[in-house]
């Protein structure tokens, strides 16, 4: 992917998300800041810098500031003392606002603010879960996360019962109940579908290759748009009977 200069500024070429394999490739991001100055007309930010796990990135400070003076800050919080600051290989964990402090004779310029998005060159696409209710175990949790740096991402989750007895599984669970929680734990709602291009339940399940479920059975399939975050499935029996169910998790990928 190569860079392109936009108003003097050296900035990526297009933003790359988690659903990019990893470059084989070492790719290179700088970005040119510049003097953050009181202005009576709203100027746009800096596009953000997006960029995969494994990129390396480079900040320069504004042309005015004076080197050895230059201390980085990340979040706010004073960060590094260096004239460039420069990751040899960004990983998620460098995602942040970043911005660039100077002594110029006696007076601290602070330059524009420019964020950095890093993430991850593979996505996982399905975890499951198979696990029998009833007794003791009365429902199971399947936790996962969206990781810091990541868009919105539009989750497919399933709590499958009757369908799996098309896989020779003799017991399952009739009537599934299934719910998804924040880290706060709040029940979480489905997006409704379509919506401004997201895909039908069947058409999720479809594109990320999952098993299509029994028509009108009692299995549940339902779509999520989840920032980044720890997210809990709550899967249990809706009628407190027992048998073997299924949780399952997809990322799945839109256009």
């Known amino acids: 992917m190569k860079p392109m200069y936009v ?9 790359l998300s988690a659903q990019f394999p990893r470059s084989t490739s070492t790719q290179t991001a700088t970005v040119q800041l ?7 007309v709203a100027l746009p930010p800096l596009p953000p810098c997006n960029v995969i796990c494994g990129t390396q990135v480079r900040f320069l400070p504004p042309p005015s500031s004076v080197p050895g ?3 980085w800050y990340r979040n706010g919080v004073p ?16 995602t942040g606002s970043y911005h660039a402090v100077s002594n110029v ?9 420019v964020t950095l998005a890093v993430q991850s060159g ?17 429902f199971v949790l399947c936790g996962f996360v969206v990781t810091p740096g990541a868009s919105h991402l539009l989750v497919l ?11 020779g599984v003799t017991d399952p669970l009739a009537n599934p109940a299934l719910k ?3 880290v706060d734990g709040l029940e979480l709602p489905p997006v409704a579908t379509p919506d401004g291009g997201v895909p039908s339940v069947a058409e999720a399940a479809n594109r990320v290759g999952a098993f299509p479920l029994g028509s009108g059975s009692a299995d549940i399939a339902r779509l999520y748009r989840l920032p980044p975050g720890n997210y809990t499935v709550h899967l249990s029996a809706a009628d407190g009977g027992s048998g073997t169910a299924l949780c399952e998790v997809y990322h799945v990928p839109v256009d």
Do not use: K, Y
Request: glycine share 8%; with cysteine; hydrophobic share 45%.
């Open 7 to 15: 108003a003097g500024l050296l900035l990526c070429a297009s933003t």
């Open 34 to 40: 510049q003097v953050a100055v009181p202005t009576l």
């Open 69 to 71: 003076t230059i201390r």
């Open 79 to 94: 960060f590094a003392d260096s004239d460039v600051l420069q990751f040899a290989s960004a990983s998620w964990v460098d």
């Open 105 to 113: 004779g006696g007076f601290f310029l602070a330059s524009e603010n």
């Open 122 to 138: 593979e996505r996982l696409v399905n975890v499951s879960t198979r696990v029998r209710l009833g007794g003791a175990q009365s």
């Open 157 to 167: 989750v399933r709590a499958v019962g009757p369908s799996l007895t098309r896989f």
């Open 180 to 182: 998804l929680t924040n």
